[in-house]
Every structure is written in C-alpha cells, then in structure tokens.
C-alpha cells in the first residue's frame, strides 16, 4: 500500500509547485521497484481509492439534474469558484486542479502497470497477463474519457482540428505529448478499450474489478457520446449478452423502507463497474432539513404515480426546505454527493433503444425501453409503451434517458450531445438572488462554455493552451 500512497502523493505535490515544469511532474521513487510481479500490478489496480472514486463532479455541478436556494448559494462554504460554476460564468476557472490531476494521476498508474506487464512476458501465465493487461487499458480509457468530457469540446465534425487533452501512454515524466486534437483522444479512447474487451476475463470477483462486459458497456457510452450509433449498438449488444439481468425496484432490496435514504445497496446487481465522483459542496443531497442539491421541480413532476423511481429516487425536503426535493437513488449508498456515476444494465438497455429508435426500429426501441420500465414500476400497474415512429420512439427514450440517469454523472455529456439535435437542444438557466439582488444567468445551446476551462495550476505549470473564451 505504500506504493500507492507515495507515488499520488508526489503526483499531487508536484502538480502545485510553481517550479514544476510539466503538469504532471513525478519524480521517481525506490519503491516502484516493488512492481515486480502479476499480483502487484493487480494490488495497485484494486486499491479503491485510487481507481474507483475521485472522479471529476464540474459536469454534474454543471448539468441541470439540479439547483442550489440561495441561502447555499450565499453561504460561506460554497465558494467563489463554486459560485462560478453553478452560473457558468464565462471565465469560470479552478484554481486548484484535482479535478486534472486525479484522473491523470490514474492514468500514470496505468502505464506504470502496463510497463511492468511487459517485463513479465513469460514469466506468468498468459491469461492471467492479458486480464492484468486488459484491466490497466480499461481504466486508463475510463479516466481519459471523464477528463475529456469536461476539458475538450464535444465530438464532432471539427473533432480533427479541436484541441483534445493530453494522451499519456507511459511513465515517463518527461513525456510531454501536448493537447493533440479531440479525434485522437476518442481514437485512444476507443483503441483501448476494444483491446480491453479482447482480453479481459467475462466476470470478475467484484465490480470494482473491470470485466469483458464493463469494457463493453464503456464503449456503448464513448460511442453514443460520438454519436456513433453503429458502433455503439454493437457495443451495448456485447455487453448484454453478458450481463442483462434488471433490478426489479419491487424487490425488498430496494423497498423493504420507503423511506429510507440510501436504497440501494452498494454494488447491486445492475452494477457492472462501480465508480463514484469526487465530493463537492454544493452537489450534497444531505437529509430532510440540511442539503445542498435539490432536484428540479419539474424533473420530479415527470414521474407517473405508480413510477417507483419517484419515491426511491427523491423524497421531500422538510422546515425551511419544505416543497424541495433531494437525490436519494445514488447507487452509492450514502447522503454525501459520492454520486455513483459507473456503467450499469440500466444504461446499456437506454443505449441500444436509442441506438434501434435512429436506426428507424422503433419496435426494438420499445422492446428495451419496456424491459427496463417493468422493472421500475408498480408490480402490475405498467402498460407497455409505443411508438407512432421511429421519431416518437427516440424522443420517449430519450426522456426515460434524463429520468433513469439522474444525478449518474452523465447528463453534461448528454446535453454536449443532444444539444447539436434542434429537435432535442435546451437552453439553460438558474436564477440566483444574493445581496438583495436577483439575477438569470443563461447556458445556451452549444456554447462554448461546454468545454470548461483548464484549472490554473496546470496552465501555469505546464505548456499546455487554454480553452478559447
């Protein structure tokens, strides 16, 4: 464990020296030299901590699943850059850069893994190489993907001129591989992944661990970000054939207590990686009488009655909080804002119905849409959905989209996406009243405030270019 613990702490502090050169400047220790074998390429990648939570929040802060009252807003422990993002002020900026550093700090730990696999070429069993193998490639893939969604613009058809983030395949902290461009980055995203469900295993001991379909499932998610609905209904297709089995919401695992306020259980069998997102202040669901996130009126109003994600999703808030609401189906199994935003059956069945609905099957569509649905309602009480056409069909998924996802991590990807769609794009907005004072503040359709701007420290201490504003 030491390893571990040493190597991410002098990757955080080296990021913060001014005199740092790179963005990511690690300085070699004496205990890498541990990395040795298979089973300490595996310990490096079970620690969770390091792999499976700290996952960048600024695009859920950003999304629309939620808002913040003004008292919160107002209050001293959300701070000026908070402030910034919540209203998607044009220069909002981090000054501190976790949100980079985490998931790049993943990324080295990858290469350093794969580096050592490579030394271990007939020294181990092939099978158990290619799972290790298989393993790093996912997470480095899973960790580039969530870094690209907040600081690189949304693919497209400019994806070969855009900036994309930086691409590290390994180790060394001289590597300085620049921004390179947004098609490179999801090529490298893509690449890694499809090798991983090559060669990993079709299970693993626990979710934590990536499998053959976790790998499948993640490229359903980059390709329907592409908007490469091909690929990414093969993709969903591959990962249902391994795992397709529905929690039923009837169950007395999620409803033995209604009112409870963790009703999921920490990896429940629709969980087929877990991953959470880093804590923030104002992305807290908290309990009846102190949160900071509460959810969009109107998104609650959207539940019919006998739809079960309206009680298991959100309960009511209560004394000053009285006619809000707060997040209660994190499948994370806490009140603090460690959102769940890992791959799930859920998803992938949203996936492939979106996928059939543009593909004109919208017999398909609502096939998926309704597996999932009957799992979600009263026992009895669902009427299976249909669809005048492909286009009615699409737009139904796409609402049962925002209503099964919310508050996973995914909806700023979704809104990059849906946005460049006339028929789907939205306009956002958060009034804030503070010093008397009330103010609209306005997120257009595609605006170039979708692509965040860099945190500070690592514009400073490296070579990296701003996003443009």
Partial sequence: MKIFQQTGLILTICVLLTSCQKFVDIKKTSTESTIETANDCQLIMDNYELFNSDYPFDGEGSADDYYINDLTYSDTYTSIEDQSVYTWDMQAIRLNSFQWVRPYNKIYHTNLVLETLAKLQGRETQAALNNLRGSALFLRAYALFQVAQLYAKP?????????????????????????????????????????????????????????????????????????????????????????????????????????????????????????????????????????????????????????????????????????????????????????????????????????YARSNRADLAMADLNMLL??????????????????????????????????????????????????????????????GASTTFTLPANDIRYTLLIPQEVITNSRLSQNPR
């Fill in 155 to 355: 693919y497209g058809p400019t994806a070969s001129q855009d900036m994309g983030v930086p691409i590290h395949l390994v180790s060394d902290i001289n590597d300085t591989p620049g921004r390179g461009t947004v098609q490179e980055t999801y090529d490298r995203i893509a690449a890694d992944l499809i090798e991983a469900a090559a060669m990993l295993n079709e299970t693993s001991s626990m979710a934590t661990r990536p499998n053959k379909a976790a790998a499948f499932a993640m490229l359903a998610r980059v390709y329907l970000s592409m908007e490469d609905y091909t690929n990414a209904m093969s993709a969903a297709n591959s990962a249902l054939q391994l795992r397709a089995a529905l929690l039923d919401y009837n169950s007395p695992a999620v409803n033995k207590d209604p009112s409870s306020n963790t009703p999921f259980a920490r990896y429940n069998p629709e969980v087929i990686f877990h991953s959470i997102l880093a804590s923030s202040t104002f992305l807290s669901p908290g309990n009846p009488f102190s949160n900071a996130a509460k959810i969009d009126l109107d998104l609650v109003n959207s539940y019919a009655d006998n739809d079960l994600r309206k009680t298991v999703f959100f309960k009511p808030n209560l004394d000053v909080n009285e006619g809000t609401w707060r997040f209660t189906g994190n499948y994370e199994p806490t009140t603090s804002s460690t959102l769940f935003n890992g791959l799930s059956v859920d998803e992938l069945y949203l996936v492939r119905a979106e996928c």
């Fill in 374 to 435: 009957r799992n979600r309602w009263v026992t009895g009480s669902y009427t299976n959905m249909t669809a005048i056409s492909a286009d009615d069909a699409l737009a139904k998924v796409l609402t049962e989209r925002r209503k099964e996802l919310v508050m996973r991590g995914q909806r700023w990807t979704d809104l990059r996406r849906l946005n460049k769609d006339e028929r789907f794009r939205k306009n956002l907005s958060r009034t804030v009243t503070a010093g």
